[in-house]
């Protein structure tokens, strides 16, 4: 374990997002729109779990699948950046084009990476929407909570397109996740 807890690229990107200008929470009308970052789980807080989009409308396939992400490896630097973010005041909001019918096992490898209490909310694929783009899936979920939170950054190592459309800063999971930096 490193001095305060925290792995060298964490520090480097705990000190890289003290640079960016976050704002402050928002009124608009009499509704507070609360500072918040989505957060990506596959390779962004964990290792890569290969999926078949073949497959991707098979319940028994998905099942198996859901269970094979229990073994996935912790990404050290995404979990220590959540812990970071929420320390902040952030609130914080998983958006994975994970399909809803396996909310139980994320739920058990959140909690196993101890920070399954640090999310406001847990929004997953619906499974009509199997077999689309995770950008189009993700934009769904983002209009559906747009009123609650003023979306200041998001941790994703794709759909970077998406995010940079609607104005939201990027944190690239792949500076951690071993995979090549998108742009």
């Not at 690229?9 to 009124?27: M, P, Q, R, S, V």
Request: glycine fraction near 8%; charge should be negative; proline fraction near 2%.
């Amino acid at each position: 374990m490193w001095p305060w807890g925290i792995c060298p690229e964490a520090l480097g990107l705990k000190l890289y997002f003290l640079t960016i200008d976050l704002g402050t929470n928002e009124e608009v009308g009499k509704v507070v729109m609360k500072k918040a970052v989505i957060v990506d789980v596959d390779l962004t807080l964990v290792g890569d779990t290969p999926f078949d989009m073949d497959r991707c409308h098979s319940f028994s396939y998905l099942k198996e699948w859901h269970i094979n992400t229990l073994q996935a490896e912790k990404l050290e630097v995404g979990v220590e950046l959540v812990k970071f973010l929420h320390a902040g005041g952030f609130e914080l909001v998983i958006m994975t084009a994970r399909d809803v019918t396996g909310r139980g096992e994320l739920m058990m490898k959140l909690k196993e990476l101890g920070i399954h209490r640090l999310f406001s909310e847990v929004l997953m694929r619906e499974s009509v929407d199997n077999g689309k783009p995770s950008d189009y899936v993700k934009g769904k979920m983002i209009d559906a909570v747009a009123g609650k939170y003023k979306f200041l950054f998001a941790m994703d190592d794709a759909n970077h397109n998406l995010y940079r459309s609607r104005g939201i800063k990027i944190f690239d999971a792949n500076n951690w996740n071993g995979k090549e930096v998108n742009s």
